[in-house]
């Protein structure tokens, strides 16, 4: 089968054969049909040690974790949490990782806790950057009717943005400033509306990014380049947003988060940060702040995500503004560590 391989830090990806992978009996074999690139696997591909807090890829890794695709195999011992049997057509996207099933975590639903998860496009489980990907029964959700192979490919970033959602305990009529209009910015926009906030502001040096915010269901944009992010929100919603998610992940983004929040306000860190970073605890002690980190989601979290794709109460295409096939696929995910307009770029194997 195809795949992008990682080759080297800092080098780009190399599309390349490579035998197709052999599901256990555990697990699905999966046509992939669609496959987001992550900025998460941006970074990976230039780590080279441990001291960001993961560890360097090695060679040959596939990467990509926001897939979904077509069932062609199904293991002789599948389980499926939904209750019907798998069957080769299913249409499916999947938790991307592969977990033991019975350790506490993953009997509390945290599979991404346990201790034995494999992961897809991190290890030598690979991901979805190739035509075929292991994917565990357990861990595989069928796609809805409504809900196709572009969408589906959407259901991870948006379970991200869901996840860090309720962990901010969004109440009907919060005002809300997301700072960083990326692809998680936007998925937590698209939340936080839905939820019922008042204010659903988005902040971003690239003011490009801020006409797909609008879609995505923020109600302002700050041009964080030209405007004064605390003044231009006091304008908009009337005072200081009471959540304030850090969608950024940079050294200094936590602390811009803390000092955009009024008294008792709520912070929300939702970007990945992998180099040292230093706040000044007396900001956020003084007001009280609550600041909570997220990771990754449950199954709950793809679930609910899958049926409001599926009876149109949500539409994240305009989070899609590239589909690529594995021709023009290396460029793409090169040029996405460039900040610029793009958002979410998908790998389609089949163009
Ligand atoms: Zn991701
Ligand atoms: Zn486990």
């Not at 001291?51 to 040959?60: D, I, V």
């Not at 293991?75 to 019975?102: F, K, M, S």
């Not at 850090?246 to 009024?262: E, I, K, N, W």
Request: glycine share 12%; net charge negative; proline share 5%.
């Amino acid at each position: 089968m195809r795949a992008a391989l990682f080759e080297a830090p800092g080098q780009p990806l190399v599309i390349g054969e490579v035998e197709a992978p052999q599901p256990l009996p555990s697990e699905l074999l999966v046509k992939v049909k669609a496959c987001g690139i992550c900025g998460t696997d941006l970074h990976l591909t230039g780590v080279t040690d441990r001291s960001g807090g993961m560890a360097p890829l090695s060679q040959g890794t596939i990467m990509g974790h926001e897939f979904c695709g077509e069932v062609v195999e199904v293991g002789a011992q599948t389980r499926n949490p939904a209750g019907r049997n798998w069957h080769e057509g299913d249409r499916v996207c999947a938790l991307p990782y592969i977990a033991c099933g019975h350790c506490l975590n993953c009997l509390a639903g945290h599979g991404h806790r346990c201790t034995m998860a494999s992961y897809n496009g991190m290890g030598s489980l690979g991901g979805g950057y190739a035509d075929y990907v292991r994917v565990g029964g357990a861990e595989a959700l069928a796609l809805p009717a409504g809900v196709d192979y572009r969408a589906g490919a959407l259901v991870e970033p948006l379970a991200v943005g869901l996840h860090a959602v309720r962990v901010a305990k969004l109440q009907p009529g919060d005002a809300v400033l997301i700072v960083g209009g990326g692809p998680i910015g936007l998925a937590v926009a698209m939340w936080c509306r839905f939820f019922g906030a008042r204010h659903v502001v988005i902040s971003d040096l690239l003011a490009g990014r801020l006409d797909k915010a609008a879609a995505m269901g923020a109600t302002d944009g700050i041009d964080a380049s030209k405007e004064d992010v605390v003044g231009r929100y006091k304008q908009i919603a009337g005072s200081r947003a009471d959540v304030i998610f850090d969608c950024v992940g940079v050294p200094g983004s936590q602390q811009l988060a803390m000092d955009y929040t009024p008294m008792n306000g709520r912070v929300v860190v939702a970007g990945v940060c992998m180099r040292p970073d230093t706040v000044m605890p007396v900001k956020a002690i003084t007001k009280e702040l609550q600041v909570n980190y997220v990771y990754m989601y449950e199954r709950r979290d793809f679930e609910l995500a899958l049926e409001m794709l599926d009876h149109e109460r949500i539409d994240a295409s305009s989070m899609i503004t590239e589909i690529v096939g594995f021709d023009a696929f290396s460029a793409a995910f090169e040029g996405l560590k460039t900040p610029s307009d793009q958002c979410k770029i998908l790998l389609d194997p089949h163009l």
